[in-house]
Protein backbone atom coordinates (compact mmCIF):
# COMPACT_ATOMS: atom_id res chain seq x y z
CA UNK A 1 0.00 0.00 0.00
CA UNK A 2 1.63 3.34 -1.05
CA UNK A 3 1.46 6.26 1.55
CA UNK A 4 -1.34 7.91 0.71
CA UNK A 5 -3.73 4.35 1.97
CA UNK A 6 -4.92 3.91 -1.78
CA UNK A 7 -3.64 0.27 -2.37
CA UNK A 8 -2.49 1.41 -5.63
CA UNK A 9 1.25 0.18 -5.08
CA UNK A 10 2.61 -2.85 -3.29
CA UNK A 11 5.94 -2.82 -1.89
CA UNK A 12 7.24 -6.29 -0.21
CA UNK A 13 10.34 -4.26 0.74
CA UNK A 14 9.89 -4.46 4.48
CA UNK A 15 10.50 -8.12 5.87
CA UNK A 16 13.37 -9.04 2.62
CA UNK A 17 16.28 -7.26 3.71
CA UNK A 18 18.14 -7.65 6.79
CA UNK A 19 18.52 -4.56 8.30
CA UNK A 20 22.45 -3.02 7.88
CA UNK A 21 24.56 -1.08 9.85
CA UNK A 22 25.27 2.16 8.64
CA UNK A 23 28.30 4.14 6.81
CA UNK A 24 29.74 4.62 10.37
CA UNK A 25 28.53 1.38 12.31
CA UNK A 26 26.64 0.87 15.48
CA UNK A 27 26.22 3.54 18.59
CA UNK A 28 27.79 6.55 16.45
CA UNK A 29 26.14 5.55 13.03
CA UNK A 30 22.67 5.83 15.11
CA UNK A 31 23.37 9.09 16.93
CA UNK A 32 25.17 11.15 14.51
CA UNK A 33 24.01 9.91 10.96
CA UNK A 34 20.55 8.84 12.21
CA UNK A 35 19.58 6.73 9.10
CA UNK A 36 18.67 3.42 8.21
CA UNK A 37 17.30 1.23 5.27
CA UNK A 38 13.82 1.38 7.33
CA UNK A 39 14.19 5.58 7.10
CA UNK A 40 15.21 5.25 3.16
CA UNK A 41 12.05 3.07 2.82
CA UNK A 42 9.71 5.80 3.91
CA UNK A 43 11.59 8.30 2.18
CA UNK A 44 11.15 6.64 -0.76
CA UNK A 45 7.76 5.85 -0.53
CA UNK A 46 6.87 9.49 0.37
CA UNK A 47 8.09 10.67 -3.07
CA UNK A 48 6.45 7.24 -4.98
CA UNK A 49 3.27 8.06 -3.96
CA UNK A 50 2.55 10.44 -6.23
CA UNK A 51 3.29 8.26 -8.94
CA UNK A 52 -0.37 7.51 -10.46
CA UNK A 53 0.54 4.41 -12.47
CA UNK A 54 0.29 1.23 -10.13
CA UNK A 55 3.72 -0.74 -9.52
CA UNK A 56 5.40 -3.34 -7.69
CA UNK A 57 8.19 -2.65 -5.34
CA UNK A 58 10.22 -6.07 -4.79
CA UNK A 59 13.53 -7.58 -4.45
CA UNK A 60 14.84 -9.82 -6.84
CA UNK A 61 17.88 -12.12 -5.30
CA UNK A 62 20.83 -12.00 -7.55
CA UNK A 63 23.21 -14.34 -5.70
CA UNK A 64 26.37 -13.37 -4.72
CA UNK A 65 28.07 -10.25 -5.81
CA UNK A 66 31.51 -8.59 -5.72
CA UNK A 67 34.78 -8.75 -4.61
CA UNK A 68 35.09 -12.01 -1.71
CA UNK A 69 31.27 -11.91 -1.19
CA UNK A 70 29.67 -14.37 0.85
CA UNK A 71 25.89 -13.18 1.33
CA UNK A 72 23.27 -13.34 -1.69
CA UNK A 73 22.64 -9.82 -2.88
CA UNK A 74 19.20 -8.64 -2.96
CA UNK A 75 18.44 -5.71 -5.49
CA UNK A 76 15.17 -3.34 -5.17
CA UNK A 77 12.84 -3.02 -7.96
CA UNK A 78 10.28 -1.53 -9.21
CA UNK A 79 7.74 -2.66 -11.51
CA UNK A 80 4.55 -1.40 -13.73
CA UNK A 81 2.76 -2.50 -16.78
CA UNK A 82 3.95 -5.36 -16.82
CA UNK A 83 0.96 -7.19 -18.41
CA UNK A 84 1.65 -4.95 -21.52
CA UNK A 85 3.39 -6.82 -24.20
CA UNK A 86 5.43 -4.29 -25.65
CA UNK A 87 9.15 -4.17 -25.23
CA UNK A 88 10.32 -3.48 -21.34
CA UNK A 89 12.38 -0.40 -20.78
CA UNK A 90 14.85 -1.19 -18.37
CA UNK A 91 15.98 2.34 -16.16
CA UNK A 92 19.42 2.38 -14.51
CA UNK A 93 20.44 5.45 -12.60
CA UNK A 94 23.24 7.59 -11.97
CA UNK A 95 26.09 7.51 -9.03
CA UNK A 96 23.89 8.63 -5.78
CA UNK A 97 21.42 8.18 -6.71
CA UNK A 98 17.81 5.39 -6.78
CA UNK A 99 14.41 4.30 -8.23
CA UNK A 100 12.62 7.61 -6.49
CA UNK A 101 14.41 9.95 -8.71
CA UNK A 102 12.64 8.62 -11.75
CA UNK A 103 9.42 9.50 -10.50
CA UNK A 104 8.48 12.30 -12.87
CA UNK A 105 9.36 10.12 -15.81
CA UNK A 106 7.39 7.27 -14.35
CA UNK A 107 3.75 7.55 -15.42
CA UNK A 108 4.78 9.06 -19.07
CA UNK A 109 7.30 6.23 -19.39
CA UNK A 110 5.06 3.20 -18.55
CA UNK A 111 1.71 4.76 -19.83
CA UNK A 112 2.56 2.12 -23.34
CA UNK A 113 4.79 -0.08 -22.22
CA UNK A 114 6.76 -2.27 -19.16
CA UNK A 115 8.88 -0.35 -16.87
CA UNK A 116 11.65 -1.70 -14.44
CA UNK A 117 13.57 0.30 -12.51
CA UNK A 118 16.20 -0.72 -9.66
CA UNK A 119 18.59 0.14 -7.01
CA UNK A 120 22.00 -1.22 -8.49
CA UNK A 121 23.86 -2.96 -6.05
CA UNK A 122 25.67 -0.64 -3.26
CA UNK A 123 23.19 2.48 -4.08
CA UNK A 124 19.47 2.84 -2.71
CA UNK A 125 17.88 0.02 -1.08
CA UNK A 126 19.45 -2.49 -2.72
CA UNK A 127 22.24 -4.96 -1.23
CA UNK A 128 25.37 -3.23 -0.12
CA UNK A 129 28.44 -5.93 -1.66
CA UNK A 130 31.96 -5.21 -1.66
CA UNK A 131 33.46 -4.44 -5.28
CA UNK A 132 36.90 -4.88 -6.24
CA UNK A 133 39.01 -1.82 -6.20
CA UNK A 134 40.08 -3.17 -9.66
CA UNK A 135 38.37 -0.77 -12.19
CA UNK A 136 37.56 -3.21 -14.78
CA UNK A 137 36.61 -5.79 -12.20
CA UNK A 138 34.26 -3.46 -10.21
CA UNK A 139 32.77 -2.80 -13.68
CA UNK A 140 32.53 -6.19 -15.03
CA UNK A 141 30.94 -7.29 -11.25
CA UNK A 142 28.04 -4.72 -11.43
CA UNK A 143 27.82 -5.82 -15.01
CA UNK A 144 27.26 -9.38 -14.47
CA UNK A 145 24.63 -8.14 -11.27
CA UNK A 146 22.82 -6.46 -13.99
CA UNK A 147 22.55 -9.68 -15.97
CA UNK A 148 21.85 -12.20 -13.12
CA UNK A 149 19.17 -9.55 -12.33
CA UNK A 150 17.43 -9.84 -16.27
CA UNK A 151 17.75 -13.86 -15.63
CA UNK A 152 15.67 -13.57 -12.06
CA UNK A 153 13.40 -11.07 -13.99
CA UNK A 154 12.82 -13.15 -16.95
CA UNK A 155 12.90 -10.60 -19.63
CA UNK A 156 13.96 -12.15 -22.78
CA UNK A 157 15.14 -8.68 -24.13
CA UNK A 158 14.37 -5.16 -23.29
CA UNK A 159 15.07 -1.38 -24.34
CA UNK A 160 17.86 0.15 -21.39
CA UNK A 161 17.98 3.31 -20.53
CA UNK A 162 21.06 4.53 -18.28
CA UNK A 163 21.57 8.13 -16.85
CA UNK A 164 24.98 8.95 -16.18
CA UNK A 165 27.10 6.05 -14.56
CA UNK A 166 24.19 4.57 -15.44
CA UNK A 167 24.85 5.12 -18.49
CA UNK A 168 28.46 3.60 -18.91
CA UNK A 169 27.07 0.80 -17.03
CA UNK A 170 24.48 0.23 -19.66
CA UNK A 171 26.90 0.56 -22.37
CA UNK A 172 29.24 -2.18 -21.09
CA UNK A 173 26.13 -4.67 -20.26
CA UNK A 174 25.50 -3.95 -24.05
CA UNK A 175 28.85 -4.64 -25.08
CA UNK A 176 28.56 -7.69 -23.61
CA UNK A 177 25.18 -8.92 -23.62
CA UNK A 178 23.89 -7.84 -27.34
CA UNK A 179 20.87 -10.20 -27.81
CA UNK A 180 18.99 -8.60 -24.90
CA UNK A 181 19.29 -4.86 -25.89
CA UNK A 182 16.79 -4.05 -28.02
CA UNK A 183 17.84 -0.29 -28.01
CA UNK A 184 20.43 1.59 -25.68
CA UNK A 185 19.58 5.02 -24.54
CA UNK A 186 21.83 6.98 -22.84
CA UNK A 187 21.22 10.23 -21.36
CA UNK A 188 23.94 12.75 -20.32
CA UNK A 189 26.25 9.46 -20.28
CA UNK A 190 29.53 10.03 -17.74
CA UNK A 191 32.76 8.14 -18.87
CA UNK A 192 32.87 8.42 -22.38
CA UNK A 193 35.85 10.98 -23.36
CA UNK A 194 39.72 10.15 -21.77
CA UNK A 195 40.67 12.75 -19.98
CA UNK A 196 43.07 15.04 -22.14
CA UNK A 197 46.98 14.96 -21.29
CA UNK A 198 46.98 18.94 -21.27
CA UNK A 199 44.26 19.89 -18.84
CA UNK A 200 45.88 21.02 -15.74
CA UNK A 201 47.68 23.05 -18.18
CA UNK A 202 44.96 24.57 -19.78
CA UNK A 203 42.75 24.92 -16.59
CA UNK A 204 45.51 26.49 -14.06
CA UNK A 205 44.55 24.74 -10.69
CA UNK A 206 45.49 26.85 -7.81
CA UNK A 207 48.32 24.97 -6.09
CA UNK A 208 46.15 25.02 -2.72
CA UNK A 209 43.36 23.58 -4.47
CA UNK A 210 45.44 20.86 -5.77
CA UNK A 211 46.82 19.91 -2.22
CA UNK A 212 43.09 19.57 -0.97
CA UNK A 213 42.21 17.20 -4.43
CA UNK A 214 45.27 15.51 -3.09
CA UNK A 215 44.57 14.88 0.42
CA UNK A 216 40.84 13.76 -0.23
CA UNK A 217 42.01 11.93 -3.37
CA UNK A 218 41.24 8.27 -1.53
CA UNK A 219 37.66 9.51 -0.09
CA UNK A 220 34.84 8.55 -1.81
CA UNK A 221 32.77 11.23 -3.86
CA UNK A 222 29.71 11.70 -1.65
CA UNK A 223 31.98 11.59 1.68
CA UNK A 224 30.68 15.18 2.69
CA UNK A 225 27.15 14.00 2.74
CA UNK A 226 28.13 11.66 5.29
CA UNK A 227 30.30 13.87 7.41
CA UNK A 228 27.20 16.35 7.61
CA UNK A 229 25.28 13.75 9.71
CA UNK A 230 21.84 15.26 10.61
CA UNK A 231 22.45 18.31 8.53
CA UNK A 232 23.14 16.47 5.34
CA UNK A 233 19.84 16.49 4.29
CA UNK A 234 20.06 20.49 4.16
CA UNK A 235 23.33 20.60 3.04
CA UNK A 236 22.04 18.72 -0.40
CA UNK A 237 19.39 21.29 -0.53
CA UNK A 238 21.74 24.53 -0.46
CA UNK A 239 24.28 22.81 -2.29
CA UNK A 240 22.26 21.06 -5.11
CA UNK A 241 19.39 23.51 -5.49
CA UNK A 242 19.39 22.56 -9.36
CA UNK A 243 19.15 18.93 -8.52
CA UNK A 244 16.14 19.88 -5.53
CA UNK A 245 13.95 22.01 -7.14
CA UNK A 246 13.13 19.82 -10.31
CA UNK A 247 11.20 17.55 -7.88
CA UNK A 248 9.19 20.70 -6.13
CA UNK A 249 6.10 20.04 -8.12
CA UNK A 250 5.59 16.87 -6.66
CA UNK A 251 4.53 18.18 -3.47
CA UNK A 252 4.32 21.44 -1.34
CA UNK A 253 7.42 19.97 0.41
CA UNK A 254 8.52 18.26 -2.65
CA UNK A 255 12.42 20.12 -2.16
CA UNK A 256 12.96 18.68 1.51
CA UNK A 257 11.53 15.16 0.87
CA UNK A 258 14.14 14.24 -2.57
CA UNK A 259 17.08 16.18 -0.31
CA UNK A 260 16.11 13.81 2.52
CA UNK A 261 16.07 10.72 0.30
CA UNK A 262 19.27 11.81 -1.20
CA UNK A 263 20.47 12.01 1.71
CA UNK A 264 19.50 8.74 3.18
CA UNK A 265 20.29 6.96 -0.17
CA UNK A 266 23.87 8.36 0.00
CA UNK A 267 24.20 7.50 4.36
CA UNK A 268 24.36 3.97 3.88
CA UNK A 269 27.04 1.95 3.16
CA UNK A 270 29.02 3.22 0.49
CA UNK A 271 29.72 0.18 -1.68
CA UNK A 272 29.00 1.29 -5.00
CA UNK A 273 30.36 4.57 -4.56
CA UNK A 274 33.49 2.72 -3.78
CA UNK A 275 33.29 1.03 -7.31
CA UNK A 276 32.79 4.13 -8.71
CA UNK A 277 35.43 5.76 -6.87
CA UNK A 278 37.28 2.63 -8.76
CA UNK A 279 36.00 3.47 -11.97
CA UNK A 280 36.63 6.87 -12.02
CA UNK A 281 39.81 9.26 -12.64
CA UNK A 282 39.81 12.80 -11.25
CA UNK A 283 35.83 12.18 -10.88
CA UNK A 284 34.88 13.61 -14.50
CA UNK A 285 36.61 11.24 -16.05
CA UNK A 286 36.68 7.73 -16.44
CA UNK A 287 40.09 5.10 -16.07
CA UNK A 288 39.04 3.15 -19.19
CA UNK A 289 36.43 5.21 -20.90
CA UNK A 290 33.96 4.21 -23.32
CA UNK A 291 34.34 5.99 -26.50
CA UNK A 292 38.22 3.62 -26.53
CA UNK A 293 35.50 0.60 -26.31
CA UNK A 294 31.81 1.71 -27.98
CA UNK A 295 33.45 -0.09 -31.35
CA UNK A 296 32.90 -3.20 -29.91
CA UNK A 297 29.13 -2.83 -29.30
CA UNK A 298 27.51 -4.78 -32.20
CA UNK A 299 26.64 -2.84 -35.41
CA UNK A 300 22.79 -3.92 -35.13
CA UNK A 301 22.28 -2.86 -31.83
CA UNK A 302 20.60 0.94 -31.87
CA UNK A 303 21.90 3.28 -30.28
CA UNK A 304 20.18 7.07 -28.67
CA UNK A 305 21.92 9.42 -26.49
CA UNK A 306 20.58 12.74 -24.83
CA UNK A 307 22.30 15.51 -23.70
CA UNK A 308 21.04 18.32 -21.68
CA UNK A 309 22.30 21.69 -23.83
CA UNK A 310 24.03 23.01 -20.11
CA UNK A 311 24.81 20.26 -18.84
CA UNK A 312 28.61 19.78 -17.84
CA UNK A 313 29.19 16.72 -19.85
CA UNK A 314 30.06 17.22 -23.64
CA UNK A 315 27.84 16.34 -26.21
CA UNK A 316 30.71 15.75 -28.87
CA UNK A 317 31.34 12.10 -27.98
CA UNK A 318 27.81 11.56 -29.35
CA UNK A 319 28.36 13.56 -32.43
CA UNK A 320 31.51 11.37 -33.11
CA UNK A 321 29.83 7.69 -32.35
CA UNK A 322 27.16 8.98 -35.05
CA UNK A 323 29.78 9.32 -37.20
CA UNK A 324 31.98 6.09 -36.56
CA UNK A 325 28.87 3.88 -36.63
CA UNK A 326 27.51 5.36 -40.03
CA UNK A 327 25.24 2.63 -40.98
CA UNK A 328 24.08 1.82 -37.71
CA UNK A 329 20.84 3.42 -35.87
CA UNK A 330 22.63 6.65 -33.86
CA UNK A 331 20.80 9.36 -32.95
CA UNK A 332 21.79 12.09 -30.99
CA UNK A 333 19.74 14.56 -29.13
CA UNK A 334 20.59 17.79 -27.44
CA UNK A 335 17.53 18.95 -25.33
CA UNK A 336 17.49 22.95 -24.92
CA UNK A 337 17.75 24.75 -20.92
CA UNK A 338 18.51 20.90 -19.55
CA UNK A 339 21.16 20.11 -17.27
CA UNK A 340 23.08 16.99 -16.39
CA UNK A 341 19.87 15.59 -14.76
CA UNK A 342 18.25 15.79 -18.09
CA UNK A 343 15.34 13.18 -17.34
CA UNK A 344 14.08 15.49 -14.84
CA UNK A 345 14.56 18.97 -16.29
CA UNK A 346 12.87 18.72 -19.44
CA UNK A 347 10.32 15.33 -18.23
CA UNK A 348 8.00 15.69 -21.15
CA UNK A 349 10.49 15.97 -24.00
CA UNK A 350 13.20 13.37 -22.31
CA UNK A 351 10.04 11.05 -22.76
CA UNK A 352 8.64 11.57 -25.84
CA UNK A 353 12.40 10.51 -26.96
CA UNK A 354 12.93 7.68 -25.44
CA UNK A 355 9.61 6.27 -26.37
CA UNK A 356 10.15 7.18 -29.86
CA UNK A 357 13.34 5.45 -29.49
CA UNK A 358 11.60 1.94 -27.82
CA UNK A 359 8.82 2.66 -31.05
CA UNK A 360 12.23 2.62 -33.79
CA UNK A 361 13.30 -0.42 -32.29
CA UNK A 362 9.79 -2.37 -32.61
CA UNK A 363 9.24 -1.45 -35.81
CA UNK A 364 12.87 -2.08 -37.59
CA UNK A 365 13.70 -5.67 -36.02
CA UNK A 366 15.32 -6.29 -39.14
CA UNK A 367 18.72 -4.63 -39.44
CA UNK A 368 22.23 -4.61 -41.52
CA UNK A 369 24.40 -5.97 -40.33
CA UNK A 370 27.62 -3.74 -41.38
CA UNK A 371 31.26 -3.41 -39.96
CA UNK A 372 31.76 -0.12 -37.83
CA UNK A 373 34.74 1.70 -38.33
CA UNK A 374 37.42 1.57 -34.67
CA UNK A 375 36.65 4.99 -33.09
CA UNK A 376 40.23 6.88 -32.99
CA UNK A 377 42.02 7.30 -30.06
CA UNK A 378 43.36 10.53 -30.56
CA UNK A 379 40.46 11.97 -31.53
CA UNK A 380 38.76 10.88 -28.68
CA UNK A 381 41.40 12.63 -26.35
CA UNK A 382 40.73 16.14 -28.29
CA UNK A 383 36.61 16.22 -27.48
CA UNK A 384 36.62 17.48 -23.94
CA UNK A 385 39.38 20.10 -24.73
CA UNK A 386 36.49 22.10 -26.31
CA UNK A 387 33.77 21.96 -23.55
CA UNK A 388 33.85 25.16 -21.74
CA UNK A 389 32.52 27.22 -24.18
CA UNK A 390 31.72 24.50 -26.88
CA UNK A 391 32.82 26.97 -29.06
CA UNK A 392 32.19 25.85 -33.21
CA UNK A 393 34.47 22.57 -33.88
CA UNK A 394 35.39 23.79 -37.72
CA UNK A 395 36.65 27.27 -36.56
CA UNK A 396 38.53 25.37 -33.39
CA UNK A 397 39.58 22.25 -34.49
CA UNK A 398 39.37 21.71 -38.58
CA UNK A 399 41.82 18.47 -38.38
CA UNK A 400 38.40 17.00 -36.34
CA UNK A 401 36.55 17.80 -39.12
CA UNK A 402 38.79 16.20 -41.60
CA UNK A 403 38.31 13.03 -39.38
CA UNK A 404 34.96 12.62 -39.16
CA UNK A 405 34.98 13.02 -43.49
CA UNK A 406 37.47 10.61 -43.27
CA UNK A 407 35.65 8.10 -41.02
CA UNK A 408 32.05 9.16 -43.30
CA UNK A 409 34.02 7.92 -46.32
CA UNK A 410 34.68 4.62 -45.05
CA UNK A 411 33.41 1.18 -46.50
CA UNK A 412 30.50 -0.72 -44.54
CA UNK A 413 29.92 -5.07 -45.64
CA UNK A 414 26.97 -4.84 -47.13
CA UNK A 415 24.16 -7.30 -45.27
CA UNK A 416 23.25 -10.74 -46.60
CA UNK A 417 19.86 -9.26 -47.79
CA UNK A 418 21.75 -6.63 -49.92
CA UNK A 419 24.23 -9.25 -51.23
CA UNK A 420 21.63 -11.27 -52.66
CA UNK A 421 19.35 -8.24 -54.18
CA UNK A 422 22.81 -7.48 -55.54
Known amino acids: MDSSGTGKHFDSGELDIAEPVGWFGGWLNFRWCSTSMSILRA ?40 TSEKTPLVLLHGLGSGVALWALNLDGLANSRPVYAFDLPGFGRSSRPNFSNNAMEAEREIVDSIEEWRREVNLERFALLGHSMGGFLASSYAI ?28 PIPVWVKMIAYLLQ ?35 DGDAEIANYIFHCNAQNPTGESAFHSMMSNFGWAKFPMCNRISDLRADVPLTMIYGSRSWVDHFPGDMIKASRKESYVDVHIIPGAGHHVYADKTENFNTIV ?26 KQTVILTPGKPDIEQENPDIVEKIKEIESLETIPSETEKKTN
Open 43 to 82: AEKRILSYVKTPYRGRYINVGVVGYGGKEECKVWTLSMNE
Open 176 to 203: RFPDRVSHLILADPWGFPERPSDAGSKY
Open 218 to 252: PLNPLWGIRIAGPMGPKLIEKARPDLIKKFSSLTD
Open 355 to 380: LNACGWSENNKERMHVKVPIFPKELV
